[in-house]
């Protein structure tokens, strides 16, 4: 059992945290009431492509789950063998935050 740091009443943190997530020392009710305090963070997702035996990693942050969602349902339809179409995908807002290239000399032959 654990005490709510905003309204004082105890609770089970385990089974709270369980449900909604969250922090464990803020009941449920508190937690849904009050801002989320990650409210402003971007949504950050991967996406991954083939190159040769090796596969590449770009990360995008998104400003909203929306935006992502948006730019993953675009990828998916437009990824493929020799698809070069853009469909949507420069319809969505994002930023690169990360970028692991594969290296198609990666046995070190030229």
């Keep these: 059992m ?5 309204c004082k009443e105890e609770f089970d943190s385990k089974q709270k945290v ?3 997530g969250g922090y464990v020392n803020v009941c ?5 009431d009050r801002p989320d305090p ?3 963070t971007p949504t950050i997702r991967g996406f991954v492509t083939g190159s040769g035996k090796m596969a590449a ?3 995008l942050a998104f400003e909203s789950t929306d935006d992502a969602d948006a730019y993953g349902k675009a990828w998916n339809n437009n990824s ?3 698809n070069r179409r853009s469909g949507g995908l420069n319809d969505v807002s994002f930023v690169k935050i990360g970028e692991n290239i594969g290296n198609s000399n990666h046995k ?3």
Excluded: L, P
């Design 28 to 32: 449920e009710d508190c937690h849904w």
């Design 18 to 20: 369980n449900r909604c």
């Design 80 to 82: 493929g063998w020799n």
């Design 2 to 6: 654990k005490t709510c740091k905003y």
């Design 108 to 110: 070190g032959k030229m």
């Design 57 to 59: 990693i770009q990360i």
């Design 38 to 40: 990650d409210a402003n």
